[in-house]
């Protein structure tokens, strides 16, 4: 691992299990990532509150669910830092002071957090879930991170996160580095209507189990102008063919011309989607089984992952301090 390179921070909020849109998204670069560069992951609890504050039993079972799902997928804790948010208190001092060089209308401006507000139907925004990109700037600083794979709909985010840590050097003292995303494609949900998402209810899970997936690609949107099997459809428009071409792309090219002639039906057509994704998710369940089996180790990873990010951040948060004149005597 060449130390001298990017240092990745990345993560999700712990409001449930992660399915195949985290997968595509996210998950399986991180994997590779995790070879090449020293990779933070964080399990973000304390994000999670801001719209599951009323469910802290959720967010809490979420962390060990979370923690599960990435290893089964493939997250080796021996090269990556896995750590639980709340755990670091560093990160909420670094959001308060992040949230000293920024206007609640800069932060209400945020598309993404406009967008998520309007689909959760709030009509006034709670001050946590207004100041979540400073949260998310402070998540990113703390370890030092230079490069955050996310999905697109972090794109705002990141570029406040640039625009604090940018605005702490040019106040201070050039402590922070500015980070850059880097986004992973974006996979539909079932309901071909917007991307998978846990809260729109279209998602495939990857703890799903062989028989659950079929059941969820059966209900799954195709083609409206496909009513008879020898209709010809139009693939691109339907998300069971982006599964296809995302999880057994050799087969793509052959699925979209018979699906554009007529000659496969969408159940058959599904199905065989279907397989594909099993076949993608055997090995992680194999392996989440196994961690089931494991419980403490499960939990030591997370102690150990979770001291060494606090220590990185007790580090950073010196630095701040000595950078900003507020570093009065060491307690
Ligand atoms: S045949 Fe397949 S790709 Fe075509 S509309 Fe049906 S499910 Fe979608």
Same mark, same amino acid.
């Given at each position: 691992?060449?130390?001298?390179?990017?240092?990745?921070?990345?993560?999700?909020?712990?409001? %449930?299990?992660?399915?195949l849109g985290?997968?595509?998204?996210?998950?399986?670069?991180?994997?590779?990532?995790?070879?090449?560069?020293?990779?933070?992951?964080?399990?973000?609890?304390?994000?999670?509150?801001?719209?599951?504050?009323?469910?802290?039993?959720?967010?809490? &079972?979420?962390?060990?669910?979370?923690?599960? &799902?990435?290893?089964?997928?493939?997250? &080796?804790?021996?090269?990556?830092?896995?750590?639980?948010?709340?755990?670091?208190?560093?990160?909420?001092?670094?959001?308060?002071?992040?949230?000293?060089?920024?206007?609640?209308?800069?932060?209400?401006?945020?598309?993404?957090?406009?967008?998520?507000?309007?689909?959760?139907?709030?009509?006034?925004?709670?001050?946590?879930?207004?100041?979540?990109?400073?949260?998310?700037?402070?998540?990113?600083?703390?370890?030092?991170?230079?490069?955050?794979?996310?999905? /697109?709909?972090?794109?705002?985010?990141?570029?406040?996160?640039?625009?604090?840590?940018?605005?702490?050097?040019?106040?201070?003292?050039?402590?922070?580095?500015?980070?850059?995303?880097?986004? %992973?494609?974006r996979l539909g949900g079932l309901d071909g209507i917007g991307k998978m998402s846990?809260?729109m209810g279209n998602a495939i899970?990857?703890?799903?189990?062989?028989? &659950?997936v079929h059941a969820k690609l059966t209900k799954a949107k195709t083609d409206p102008a496909r009513i008879h099997r020898s209709d010809p459809g139009n693939p691109n428009i339907c998300p069971v063919f982006a599964y296809h071409q995302l999880?057994?792309?050799?087969?793509a090219?052959e699925i979209h011309a018979n699906c554009s002639q007529g000659t496969i039906g969408c159940r058959d057509c599904k199905q065989l989607a279907g397989?594909?994704i099993?076949?993608?998710?055997?090995?992680?369940?194999?392996?989440?089984?196994?961690?089931?089996?494991? /419980?403490?180790?499960?939990?030591?990873?997370?102690?150990?992952?979770?001291?060494?990010?606090?220590?990185?951040?007790?580090?950073?948060?010196?630095?701040?301090?000595?950078?900003?004149?507020?570093?009065?005597?060491?307690?």
């Amino acid at each position: 691992m060449n130390m001298n390179k990017d240092i990745i921070l990345t993560g999700d909020r712990t409001t %449930g299990q992660l399915h195949l849109g985290h997968y595509v998204g996210s998950l399986r670069s991180r994997v590779q990532l995790q070879n090449e560069y020293k990779t933070y992951i964080l399990l973000a609890d304390i994000q999670a509150l801001t719209t599951h504050y009323d469910q802290p039993e959720l967010i809490a &079972d979420s962390v060990h669910q979370v923690t599960l &799902d990435y290893l089964a997928v493939g997250i &080796d804790p021996n090269k990556a830092t896995l750590f639980i948010q709340s755990m670091i208190p560093e990160i909420a001092e670094l959001t308060v002071i992040f949230s000293m060089f920024i206007t609640v209308n800069n932060l209400r401006h945020n598309p993404t957090i406009k967008n998520e507000a309007r689909d959760r139907g709030y009509t006034d925004l709670y001050y946590g879930f207004l100041g979540y990109p400073v949260s998310q700037a402070a998540d990113i600083a703390f370890c030092k991170a230079t490069l955050v794979p996310a999905g /697109e709909d972090q794109i705002p985010h990141i570029e406040t996160a640039r625009k604090l840590v940018r605005r702490f050097n040019e106040l201070y003292a050039p402590v922070l580095p500015e980070p850059r995303i880097l986004t %992973g494609e974006r996979l539909g949900g079932l309901d071909g209507i917007g991307k998978m998402s846990k809260s729109m209810g279209n998602a495939i899970s990857l703890n799903a189990r062989p028989d &659950d997936v079929h059941a969820k690609l059966t209900k799954a949107k195709t083609d409206p102008a496909r009513i008879h099997r020898s209709d010809p459809g139009n693939p691109n428009i339907c998300p069971v063919f982006a599964y296809h071409q995302l999880f057994r792309n050799e087969n793509a090219e052959e699925i979209h011309a018979n699906c554009s002639q007529g000659t496969i039906g969408c159940r058959d057509c599904k199905q065989l989607a279907g397989n594909a994704i099993n076949e993608l998710l055997a090995p992680f369940r194999a392996r989440r089984q196994d961690y089931e089996q494991r /419980e403490d180790e499960v939990k030591e990873i997370l102690i150990e992952g979770t001291r060494q990010a606090r220590k990185v951040a007790r580090e950073t948060m010196l630095e701040v301090r000595e950078a900003m004149g507020i570093r009065y005597f060491n307690l």
